[in-house]
């Protein structure tokens, strides 16, 4: 019995660190735990007290094939995917809660105390388990996990580096360093793997939750579907980094007072690219906006642009177009909301200058200058295709790697379609992502830029009056 095993273990660790004295007192131990009355509810219960754990844990001894909890180890470092409060692990509010780690460890037991693995399976297993616990953090409370934990795990799952222990890029990095890292900085799982992966932490959620939990939270985790490859697919829009992003708030027309030849001076040249920085909105979707698009919610304390196609003339790509997106507060302050209220009322146009026919390419007259003369001004390479899309890709960029966003939360505010059918679940009930939650998100963009020299109130009295 792996119990016995271990408890053997443990008179062993003493004997050869010269103590028969404490040898001895572990024999008698041992004989007093395989008579303890826990032992016949089963191993989750007794594991409950952590007696055993507790005890087996002194010399080091790993229970169950899982890696102890000493320190230093990456073990000890605060969950990489989930967020839990200091409050949570502390010792006083662990007295009758099991970890995600407890549960683990009784789901290996039991797997490998039933013999229906074989040894390659067992070692397969406990390698996944290591890396499973180590992400979800060994002392994170199980009842407390939710829906969105699971599926924040699997976000994770999908990013977690391939041979982890091998690569000199990450093999001294703890997971936290590693997914602060570019994803195109080291290699991911292949799809299969991650999916085998993500097979392991739902069959030990799918072991605690009818134990430990009074929810199913795994009820609509599902893997993510593997995208299938296109022939002849185009190059994806650059990334933009902080040299370029500084290149286009420095472009004359926000940093200069002298008007140029040949330059129809609009109100779209100066908002346009600022709301595609800092909402991911598509040109079209900006173009396209009214007075009315923009609205004030008491409720969640913020003002947001409403994306939609009730409109004669309007499109929207998709149906996952239709969105809230909060406006940022670095709009707010530059006076977007004095520019709108200038505007008209209700149904009139926000950029009335620009006939746009429904595609975002440069068939308008924002879309001619922004391709024709401000990207050659500011330096950015048609080659490499840093377009206007590439705002959008910067902003979705940003929201995941440096405000550590996770894709269902991005695709709330971009309007991108869910990554699976699960993920659809999430916006009912107590799972549905707040407006005041998307504005949350979006306030912990990051470019590192300096907006100083930018003012509508400037550019107005220069080039409009």
Same mark, same amino acid.
């Given at each position: *019995?792996?119990? $016995?095993?271990? =408890?053997?273990?443990?008179?062993?660790?003493?004997?050869?660190?010269?103590?028969?004295?404490?040898? $001895?007192?572990? !024999?008698?131990?041992?004989?007093?735990?395989?008579? /303890?009355?826990?032992?016949?509810?089963?191993?989750? &219960?007794?594991?409950?007290? @952590? /007696?055993?754990?507790? *005890?087996? *844990?002194?010399?080091?001894?790993?229970?169950?094939?899982?890696?102890?909890?000493?320190?230093?180890? !990456?073990?000890?470092?605060?969950?990489?995917?989930?967020?839990?409060?200091?409050?949570?692990?502390?010792?006083?509010?662990?007295?009758?809660?099991?970890?995600?780690?407890?549960? !683990?460890?009784?789901?290996?037991?039991?797997?490998?105390?039933?013999? +229906?693995?074989?040894?390659?399976? =067992?070692?397969?297993?406990?390698?996944?388990?290591?890396?499973?616990? $180590?992400?979800?953090?060994?002392?994170?409370?199980? &009842?407390?996990?939710?829906?969105?934990?699971?599926?924040?795990?699997?976000?994770?799952?999908?990013?977690?580096?391939?041979?982890?222990? %091998?690569?000199?890029?990450?093999?001294?990095?703890?997971?936290?360093?590693?997914?602060?890292?570019?994803?195109?900085?080291?290699?991911?799982?292949?799809?299969?793997?991650?999916?085998?992966?993500?097979?392991?932490?739902?069959?030990?959620?799918?072991?605690?939750?009818?134990?430990?939990?009074?929810?199913?939270?795994?009820?609509?985790?599902?893997?993510?579907?593997?995208?299938? #490859?296109?022939?002849?697919?185009?190059?994806?829009?650059?990334?933009?980094?902080?040299?370029?992003?500084? #290149?286009?708030?420095?472009?004359? /027309?926000?940093?200069?007072?002298? %008007?140029?030849?040949?330059?129809?001076?609009?109100?779209?040249?100066?908002?346009?690219?600022?709301?595609?920085?800092?909402?991911? !909105?598509?040109?079209?979707?900006?173009?396209? =906006?009214?007075?009315?698009?923009?609205?004030?919610?008491?409720?969640?304390?913020?003002?947001?642009?409403?994306?939609?196609?009730?409109?004669?003339?309007?499109?929207?790509?998709?149906?996952?177009?239709?969105?809230?997106?909060?406006?940022?507060?670095?709009?707010?302050?530059?006076?977007?909301?004095?520019?709108?209220?200038?505007?008209? +009322?209700?149904?009139?146009?926000?950029?009335?200058?620009?006939?746009?026919?429904?595609?975002?390419?440069?068939? @308008?007259?924002?879309?001619?200058?922004?391709?024709?003369?401000?990207? %050659?001004?500011?330096?950015?390479?048609? #080659?490499?295709? +840093?377009?206007?899309?590439?705002?959008?890709?910067?902003?979705?960029?940003?929201?995941?790697?440096?405000?550590?966003?996770?894709?269902? &939360?991005?695709?709330?505010?971009?309007? /991108?379609?869910?990554?699976? +059918?699960? =993920?659809?679940?999430?916006?009912?009930?107590?799972?549905?992502?707040?407006?005041?939650? %998307?504005?949350?998100?979006? &306030?912990?963009?990051?470019?590192?830029?300096?907006?100083?020299?930018?003012?509508?109130?400037?550019?107005?009295?220069?080039?409009?009056?």
């Amino acid at each position: *019995m792996a119990l $016995e095993y271990h =408890l053997d273990r443990v008179i062993q660790a003493w004997s050869h660190l010269g103590s028969r004295e404490l040898a $001895e007192k572990f !024999a008698q131990e041992r004989i007093r735990i395989k008579q /303890h009355p826990v032992l016949s509810i089963g191993y989750h &219960e007794a594991i409950k007290g @952590n /007696h055993i754990r507790n *005890m087996l *844990m002194t010399v080091g001894v790993e229970p169950f094939g899982l890696p102890a909890i000493h320190s230093g180890s !990456a073990f000890s470092e605060q969950p990489v995917a989930l967020k839990v409060e200091q409050s949570v692990l502390s010792s006083q509010n662990r007295s009758n809660q099991i970890s995600f780690r407890e549960v !683990a460890e009784a789901y290996l037991f039991e797997k490998e105390s039933s013999g +229906e693995w074989t040894d390659r399976t =067992l070692k397969n297993r406990k390698a996944k388990l290591r890396n499973i616990v $180590e992400l979800v953090g060994a002392e994170t409370i199980f &009842e407390r996990m939710t829906t969105k934990d699971v599926f924040k795990v699997r976000d994770f799952i999908y990013r977690f580096p391939k041979n982890r222990t %091998k690569m000199p890029n990450v093999r001294d990095k703890t997971l936290s360093q590693v997914f602060q890292m570019s994803l195109d900085a080291y290699e991911v799982l292949d799809h299969q793997t991650a999916n085998n992966m993500l097979g392991v932490f739902k069959d030990i959620c799918a072991y605690g939750i009818p134990r430990f939990h009074t929810d199913d939270i795994i009820a609509s985790l599902k893997p993510r579907q593997k995208a299938k #490859a296109r022939r002849g697919r185009k190059r994806s829009f650059a990334t933009l980094n902080k040299e370029k992003l500084q #290149a286009l708030l420095s472009a004359h /027309h926000y940093t200069s007072v002298d %008007k140029r030849i040949r330059v129809n001076y609009t109100p779209d040249k100066f908002w346009v690219p600022l709301i595609g920085m800092f909402s991911g !909105a598509r040109v079209g979707e900006i173009l396209q =906006l009214r007075v009315c698009d923009v609205v004030e919610s008491v409720a969640h304390g913020c003002w947001y642009f409403d994306l939609n196609d009730e409109h004669e003339g309007k499109r929207l790509k998709t149906d996952n177009s239709r969105r809230w997106v909060p406006i940022h507060s670095s709009l707010l302050k530059l006076g977007f909301l004095e520019f709108m209220t200038s505007r008209g +009322e209700g149904d009139d146009k926000l950029f009335k200058e620009v006939t746009y026919s429904g595609q975002d390419d440069d068939t @308008n007259s924002f879309g001619k200058w922004f391709e024709r003369t401000l990207r %050659k001004e500011i330096g950015w390479s048609a #080659a490499r295709k +840093e377009t206007f899309h590439s705002l959008r890709h910067t902003f979705v960029d940003n929201l995941r790697r440096t405000a550590g966003l996770h894709d269902w &939360e991005i695709a709330s505010v971009v309007g /991108h379609l869910p990554s699976d +059918e699960g =993920l659809t679940t999430l916006g009912y009930g107590s799972h549905r992502i707040e407006l005041s939650d %998307k504005k949350a998100y979006i &306030e912990q963009l990051n470019y590192g830029v300096d907006l100083a020299a930018l003012s509508w109130e400037r550019y107005r009295r220069c080039f409009l009056d």
